[in-house]
């Protein structure tokens, strides 16, 4: 028997020279698979938007095989969960995708209320609509700034942040922070929106409408756009499906799936907005769901700024949330897709198991269906039309 | 075609060294101080043009750029430099050292090399070669072998990758760069850059640009393209390419090393500028428009500013594309050159022959 | 608890996808090959469009030259920069009664309150600490305080060369 026939030799060996084949990959260690490298992406890349890892089996430009490594920004935010009380917890949903973070609060509001029955006052209900459409768009313009800067347009970024710092100023002024909101509460949120609230959601609006307009003139319109995104990364429904993916990623591929449609939570079921679905299911539908949502957002916000009740802004306190034991579970349509919280209560002041279904982690698992047989410059639009976010996929 | 006598070859201080000192001397003497003229042009271009990058840069973006060092950020460049320069120069395990080091510093020689032949002023011209545009076309084709070198020498894949596309890059794009340089020796009847500056004498419709009446506006556009890729520019930037390649073939390079790219990529955009004002905006020929006092106040302005004021205008137009567009993926840039740029080159060359052929230019 | 109304306004859409680059192979023609040519080059000279009216239009610049304009730069009311005790305007004596509240709200064991026994051996504040480098701002302890003893202060410049200068003594003697 050989050594090679008993399975010592596990490396390639081409020209004398040794060549590992890291794990995750389909190939066998034995075939000999000349021309090919092994390309380490990540996790200090500019284009993985963070800590993500993906190490590329390619031939030339072109890649064969994505493996994504996970975990360089674990925290644990399930672990540590269960030392925390219901009320804790929520500062910690801000950290799962921190541009979402009022809807990630939001979810886990809903299951606390759901679990004790809490009722949440009308104006309550508005502000939770109208402050998670604006961190929408939010979301969405940070994305679209960082998609034009994958493909070599600094410009949009800073373009994208202009407006952005509209939106972000709205919640400095109204829960004192940029990023990591932990605003709501449940039964409403912590804090009456500032008088100022309405008469700046109205200047975003409008500022919105011609914003848009001029991200279409720049990105949106340019042929070059159009080359790098058209037919790349094809996600056919069945696949996406399969994935668990969900949020603008299924809706690219043509599903129709959006939580605030299909399982209306606070009160979007009283807004009318359309869902923008793809037909091809590439990257530019991808991206022009994400477009189009920015415009519905706008719809909602300005439905809901025209009929702005007054009212208190949060029912009762509770001293202690003590949820009765039991299994809860709520979920919510964050920025980029379904978020599911689920709790296992025991009774107590503190969780007894507090899961979190993220969406990110469920699209990352798409990416070595979209990027096999494209380019290597293709990965860039893939991942950022994928829209993934570490801290989302890590917890 | 016209009177060359107001533009006489030789200037006053070149008159007056030849007077002075005896033959071989002179001549040595002479080559010197051009040479140092030369680099002076070289030195002061990129602190220039780096402070112009960042500046446009940031009035694109709806910024204000660097506003710290000097009124308006005038000294970044210094600051640029001086940290650049002091920095550790860092050699990635197993690259090859002399070529690691040799690459940025052929990148950079061949960039100033062609700047020998470019006439600034009627009399501010190095050398004037009869056979100027073939110079030109091979002298600035060595800069690549800079970049291939680098990639090649760090021992990086992303380097390697980054060389290997601006090595199909920039073969192909020069093609379609010496097409076009060919149109306008044809076009103008010689090779040798003065002689192409002065036959656009005249008004401003007498420049290649408009004087090839529609081609020559399609002419100048398309190499506006093809130098922005010969230069590896943004959008065409595929050999950088940071969001892909981190930084392509200059990812391993640091301090000096990098400067020295850095550099030649700056006189490399002026050399690019310059080529395009001597080919298609008339040099260092003040504009002309038919209205004699108008025309008298813009002649009486010296040559090399209207030199510099033309390309400096074709260098906003490179950073223009630059902070405007994304970059298209390495193989639909070779479409773009190989479907259409090339074609379109031979079109506008048959074109230009039939014109010189029935005497209409 | 939420009722599962459907929502029954709106409608799923497709999205556009444009015209110039075509999607799939269709038939070529010269015609159609040129007009595509013409709208790609068309959206080029638009983009460029755009961001030259950005270049030309310095009042558009909305950046801010941070330290420069410090003198003006007010945060919101309510911006949660760090935790500060609020004192009693007349006598400046703390309004913090050392309940604990907020070391119990405190998701990170940010805060150590330390009670004393005054002469009336009633327990008053001895010592309140506060561990800024562990805190995530979530005001949660603010929320909790029953006395309105603490806020959030509007501070933001709050960058430290040494860790232990993040170790905050808020009331009471330093070591």
């Given amino acids: 028997m050989t050594e090679q026939q008993a399975g010592l030799a596990d490396d390639i060996l081409e020209n004398g020279v040794a060549m590992t084949v890291p794990p995750g990959f389909s190939i066998d260690r034995r075939e000999r698979h000349t021309d090919e490298y092994f390309l380490n992406m990540g996790p200090q890349h500019p284009s993985t938007h963070g800590v993500l890892r993906l190490m590329l089996r390619m031939d030339g430009e072109n890649v064969l095989e994505v493996v994504p490594h996970l975990g360089y920004i674990h925290r644990g935010l399930e672990k540590i969960g269960e030392n925390q009380t219901y009320l804790q917890n929520i500062h910690l949903t801000d950290r799962l995708d921190y541009l979402s973070s009022h809807m990630n609060n939001l979810a886990l509001c809903l299951a606390i209320e759901k679990a004790m029955g809490i009722g949440v006052p009308e104006r309550a209900e508005y502000i939770r609509v109208m402050v998670c459409e ?36 709205i919640f400095e002024e109204m829960c004192g922070a940029r990023l990591t909101m932990n605003f709501f509460r449940p039964g409403g949120s912590f804090a009456d929106v500032p008088d100022t609230f ?84 590439d990257c530019f539908d991808r991206y022009k769901v994400r477009m189009e949502e920015m415009r519905q957002s706008l719809r909602i916000l300005e439905a809901a700024a025209a009929s702005f009740p007054g009212g208190p802004y949060r029912s009762k306190k509770y001293a202690s949330y003590n949820l009765p034991a039991g299994s809860y579970y709520s979920q919510v349509e964050t920025a980029r897709g379904l978020l599911g919280v689920y709790i296992e209560a025991d009774g107590g002041p503190k969780p007894h198991r507090i899961k979190y279904r993220s969406p990110s982690f469920a699209n990352l698992s798409a990416l070595n269906d979209l990027a096999v047989g494209h380019k290597l410059a293709d990965l860039v639009p893939i991942i950022a039309t994928l829209d993934v976010l570490i801290p989302d996929i890590d917890r | 075609m016209i009177d060359t006598s107001r533009f006489p070859a030789t200037n006053a201080i070149g008159d007056f060294i030849r007077a002075t000192l005896p033959g071989p001397a002179a001549e040595l003497t002479n080559i010197v101080l051009a040479v140092l003229a030369i680099l002076t042009v070289v030195g002061l271009t990129p602190v220039a043009l780096i402070w112009m990058e960042r500046k446009v840069a940031a009035h694109f973006q709806a910024r204000l750029g660097p506003m710290r060092v000097g009124y308006h950020g005038l000294l970044q460049p210094l600051a640029d430099g001086i940290k650049l320069i ?79 596309r601006s090595g199909a890059q920039m073969i192909s794009y020069e093609i379609s760069l010496a097409l076009l340089m060919l149109l306008i020796v044809l076009l103008s009847g010689t090779a040798s850059l003065r002689e192409i500056v002065f036959s656009q004498a005249g008004t401003v419709l007498d420049w290649w640009i408009f ?17 922005t890729a010969e230069l590896n520019r943004a959008p065409f930037d595929m050999a950088e ?66 030199f510099f004021l033309k390309s400096y205008s074709v260098i906003f137009i490179y950073m223009w594309f630059r902070w405007t567009f994304p970059r298209p993926r390495v193989d639909q840039l070779m479409n773009l050159e190989w479907k259409v740029l090339v074609p379109a080159n031979f079109f506008l060359l048959l074109v230009a022959g039939l014109f010189v052929a029935m005497g209409l230019v | 608890m939420k009722t599962n109304a459907k929502n029954t306004q709106g409608r799923v859409r497709p ?87 907020c070391e119990k709200a405190c998701p990170n064991g940010t805060i150590s309150i330390l009670a004393r026994r005054d002469p009336a051996n009633r327990k008053v504040l001895g010592r309140y600490l506060y561990r800024f480098s562990q805190c995530t701002l979530c005001n949660l302890c603010v929320e909790s305080c029953a006395f309105g003893a603490i806020r959030m202060a509007q501070d933001f410049e709050l960058a430290a060369y040494d860790r232990s200068d993040l170790q905050l003594v808020l009331y009471g003697k330093e070591d």
Avoid at chain 1, 266 to 274: C, L, N, P
Wanted: aromatic letters at 12%.
């Fill in chain 1, 134 to 169: 604006l961190q929408r768009i939010q979301s969405h313009l940070l994305w679209w700034g960082v998609l034009g800067m994958d493909l070599g347009a600094i410009t949009s970024f800073l373009y994208g942040f202009k407006e952005r710092e509209m939106i972000t100023d």
């Fill in chain 1, 198 to 281: 309405i008469p700046r959601v109205r200047a975003v609006i409008e500022k919105m409408k011609t914003a848009i307009d001029e991200y279409d003139t720049l990105l949106t319109n340019n042929v070059i756009m159009h080359l790098r995104t058209k037919g790349i990364g094809v996600l056919p429904a069945k696949t996406a499906l399969a994935h668990g993916c969900s949020g603008p990623v299924l809706r690219g591929s043509g599903v129709a799936l959006d939580v605030r449609r299909s399982d209306p939570y606070s009160i979007y079921h009283r807004f009318s907005f359309d869902i923008p679905v793809g037909t091809v299911g």
């Fill in chain 2, 86 to 164: 002091f920095k550790e120069v860092m050699k990635p395990e197993g690259a090859d050292t002399f070529v690691f080091f040799l690459a940025p510093i052929l990148s950079a020689t061949a960039s100033f090399m062609v700047l020998t032949v470019i006439p600034f002023d009627h009399h501010l011209q190095v050398t004037d070669l009869a056979g100027g545009v073939l110079y030109v076309i091979a002298v600035a084709g060595l800069g690549i072998m800079g970049v291939l070198l680098a990639g090649w020498s760090s021992n990086n894949k992303y380097s390697l990758l980054g060389a290997m």
């Fill in chain 2, 211 to 227: 004087k090839f009446p529609l081609f020559g506006l399609v002419a100048f556009v398309l190499f506006l393209i093809s130098s």
């Fill in chain 2, 241 to 306: 390419a940071e969001s892909e390649l981190t930084g392509g073939f200059t990812t391993e390079y640091s301090g000096i090393s990098f400067a020295m790219f850095f550099l030649a990529e700056f006189v490399n955009m002026f050399m690019a500028a310059s080529l395009t004002t001597t080919f298609f905006l008339g040099g260092f020929l003040a504009p002309q428009f038919g209205l004699a006092p108008l025309d008298r106040v813009l002649d009486a302005i010296p040559g090399f500013l209207w």
């Fill in chain 3, 15 to 101: 999205v556009e996808r444009g015209e110039f680059v075509p999607d799939g192979q269709a038939h070529w023609s010269l015609a159609g090959y040129l007009t595509h040519l013409a709208n790609g080059c068309l959206s080029l000279v638009k983009g460029m469009g755009l961001t030259f009216g950005y270049f030309v239009h310095p009042g558009r610049i909305v950046t801010q030259q941070y330290p420069e304009n410090r003198e003006t730069l007010a945060m919101f009311p309510r911006f949660r920069g760090r935790l500060a005790l609020v004192t009693d305007a007349a006598s400046g004596a703390p309004l913090c009664t050392a309940c604990g509240m």
